[in-house]
């Protein structure tokens, strides 16, 4: 039996057992835990933590910290992972590994201290500027979370890009049991910089940008193929699919379970990678569902968008795309429901 | 079976660690558990809260919804929670500290505990959660007196205090003992 540990603790204490060599931060709530825990925690274990002058300047510790083969973490929420894009987008074009947990709050500029799913496309989108997109993972439950920062850093390091753990601020103040995994011994990287000049590493002023966005093109698509992670339930013969992630994701499951045990034909996916997009999840899908349904805690909707643009990839372009969007917090259940209804009988106009 | 319990007081009475220990105590005996605070701004004014949930199999969302219970140790707490909680649900009270009228939902249980008395007597203030939580345990009828007690000093023990088991149970008990 696992212990109750609150989502912020345990996925600091997985990357400190996923071999995390390096931390910098700046705290912010709702992500602070993962800054306080890691305080007393990475030099107990033997590691770095720095809590630097601010988002962008921890953002280019950890760039350093990289740079001379270091596992590295930063974490933050809502504006200030915004704060940190100009490291983010510097450290994909250096073609940097780096873990980044986004604890989402909800809202734009300062927002509110409450759980949000506002930032879903800046995440995906890949925040900065430039043209490249970081690996997005978002977890549903504590012990997801855990597992997700575990695969976080490996995924990070195979494909020399920056993976996100998006989560929202009600996962990261929950608790719930979870175990973890065992340590992880992690050499420090052999292709990083070594004051030997082993590894010599081309200026960006200089390199040619064609040839590296060709290399960089074909890992997208390697990531893509490779990459998807979701969970499905009832998708065969749904009349309507709800498609969401983190705690609505849990939450659409919850109605989806419900409505099976009254025989009515719902189907949910539950995304877990929200870059790449788990488009393969679609093959399962009916082929004479009514509509899809996101399930967010945002004022308008976002992933909504990304539902639409493989819907039609995958042939469901005529499929009406509806999305349920709910005010900071935890979406209840019963006002999720109360939505549905609508737009089951037709009051609701929808989004694609 | 699904269990959903919402535990309120202001910040310092201990209502955050009664609802951890309740979860605790839920896993202590095999099931799921969920435990989530209300976070952030609504901690500055002096009131806490928080939900937990606990069931056999897994536990979709861990949101509060509509209690089963609400364990309430101040008038705020009562006034603004016996809105949300389940028809046939309990409100638990402190009786000492609730003293507004009470009987304002026919359709609902309302159980007072003289818990600030009770915590004098054994001279053990800081207690008062752990009387509160005997009493609720009881009343849901979910896990016996000593499996909660077990689960409880399990927990203390694994932070590192266990000087508190004695007192603890004998809180415990006398809460169990109340209703």
């Given at each position: 039996m696992g212990d109750m540990v609150k989502g912020n603790i345990a996925m600091a204490e997985a990357a400190i057992r996923a071999g995390m060599h390096m931390y910098a931060g700046y705290p912010i709530t709702p992500s602070s835990e993962i800054m306080e825990y890691m305080s007393w925690r990475a030099q107990e274990a033997g590691r770095q933590y720095i809590q630097a002058e601010s988002e962008l300047g921890a953002m280019y510790m950890v760039y350093g910290a990289a740079s001379v083969g270091s596992r590295v973490l930063t974490a933050s929420s809502g504006l200030g992972i915004s704060l940190k894009q100009e490291g983010v987008s510097y450290m994909q074009a250096a073609d940097y590994p780096c873990v980044m947990i986004s604890v989402c709050r909800y809202g734009d500029g300062l927002g509110s201290l409450q759980s949000g799913q506002t930032d879903y496309l800046r995440e995906t989108r890949g925040g900065g500027n430039g043209d490249y997109r970081n690996i997005v993972l978002s977890p549903s439950s504590v012990q997801e979370a855990v597992d997700l920062v575990y695969l976080a850093?490996?995924?990070?390091?195979?494909?020399?890009?920056?993976?996100?753990?998006?989560?929202?601020?009600?996962?990261?103040?929950?608790?719930?049991?979870?175990?973890?995994?065992?340590?992880?011994?992690?050499?420090?990287?052999?292709?990083?910089?070594?004051?030997?000049?082993?590894?010599?590493?081309?200026?960006?002023?200089?390199?040619?940008?064609?040839?590296?966005?060709?290399?960089?093109?074909?890992?997208?698509?390697?990531?893509?193929?490779?990459?998807?992670?979701?969970?499905?339930?009832?998708?065969?013969?749904?009349?309507?699919?709800?498609?969401?992630?983190?705690?609505?994701?849990?939450?659409?499951?919850?109605?989806?379970?419900?409505?099976?045990?009254?025989?009515?034909?719902?189907?949910?996916?539950?995304?877990?990678?929200?870059?790449?997009?788990?488009?393969?999840?679609?093959?399962?899908?009916?082929?004479?569902?009514?509509?899809?349904?996101?399930?967010?805690?945002?004022?308008?909707?976002?992933?909504?968008?990304?539902?639409?643009?493989?819907?039609?990839?995958?042939?469901?372009?005529?499929?009406?795309?509806?999305?349920?969007?709910?005010?900071?917090?935890?979406?209840?259940?019963?006002?999720?429901?109360?939505?549905?209804?609508?737009?089951?009988?037709?009051?609701?106009?929808?989004?694609? | 079976m699904l269990k959903e319990v919402v535990f309120a007081g202001f910040g310092g009475q201990g209502?955050?660690?009664?609802?951890?220990?309740?979860?605790?105590?839920?896993?202590?005996?095999?099931?799921?558990?969920?435990?989530?605070?209300?976070?952030?701004?609504?901690?500055?004014?002096?009131?806490?809260?928080?939900?937990?949930?606990?069931?056999?199999?897994?536990?979709?969302?861990?949101?509060?919804?509509?209690?089963?219970?609400?364990?309430?140790?101040?008038?705020?707490?009562?006034?603004?929670?016996?809105?949300?909680?389940?028809?046939?649900?309990?409100?638990?009270?402190d009786s000492d500290i609730v003293t507004?009228?009470?009987?304002v939902r026919d359709d609902v249980k309302v159980v007072g505990v003289p818990a600030t008395t009770i915590v004098n007597e054994l001279n053990n203030p800081r207690g008062l959660n752990i009387v509160m939580l005997g009493a609720l345990v009881k009343l849901m009828g979910d896990y016996s007196e000593q499996e909660a007690i077990d689960g409880m000093n399990d927990m203390f023990s694994k932070k590192g205090k266990n000087a508190f088991e004695a007192a603890n149970t004998e809180a415990f008990k006398r809460g169990y003992a109340s209703v």
């Open positions: 850093f490996d995924l990070s390091e195979k494909y020399r890009n920056i993976v996100v753990i998006l989560t929202e601020g009600a996962l990261g103040q929950m608790m719930e049991d979870c175990e973890y995994p065992d340590y992880k011994e992690v050499p420090f990287y052999d292709w990083a910089f070594d004051g030997k000049h082993t590894n010599p590493q081309p200026s960006q002023m200089t390199m040619d940008l064609y040839e590296r966005a060709q290399r960089r093109n074909a890992l997208r698509a390697e990531i893509t193929e490779n990459e998807q992670r979701w969970e499905a339930v009832g998708v065969e013969d749904a009349e309507y699919v709800f498609f969401a992630y983190g705690i609505p994701g849990r939450i659409a499951l919850g109605i989806v379970d419900d409505a099976r045990k009254r025989g009515e034909k719902l189907g949910v996916v539950r995304a877990i990678s929200l870059w790449p997009f788990p488009q393969k999840a679609f093959d399962a899908i009916n082929k004479d569902v009514k509509g899809f349904v996101t399930i967010e805690t945002a004022d308008d909707g976002q992933m909504v968008e990304d539902v639409a643009l493989f819907a039609k990839k995958k042939g469901f372009g005529d499929v009406p795309c509806y999305t349920i969007t709910s005010p900071p917090g935890v979406p209840k259940t019963v006002d999720v429901l109360k939505k549905f209804e609508a737009i089951k009988a037709g009051e609701v106009k929808e989004v694609f | 209502v955050l660690t009664a609802g951890l220990i309740l979860s605790q105590v839920a896993l202590f005996s095999g099931k799921k558990a969920t435990w989530m605070p209300e976070y952030g701004a609504a901690m500055r004014g002096g009131t806490a809260n928080c939900t937990v949930k606990y069931s056999d199999g897994r536990i979709f969302s861990p949101g509060q919804e509509a209690p089963d219970a609400i364990m309430a140790l101040n008038i705020p707490s009562f006034n603004r929670f016996i809105k949300i909680l389940k028809p046939g649900g309990i409100m638990l009270i507004c009228d009470t009987n």
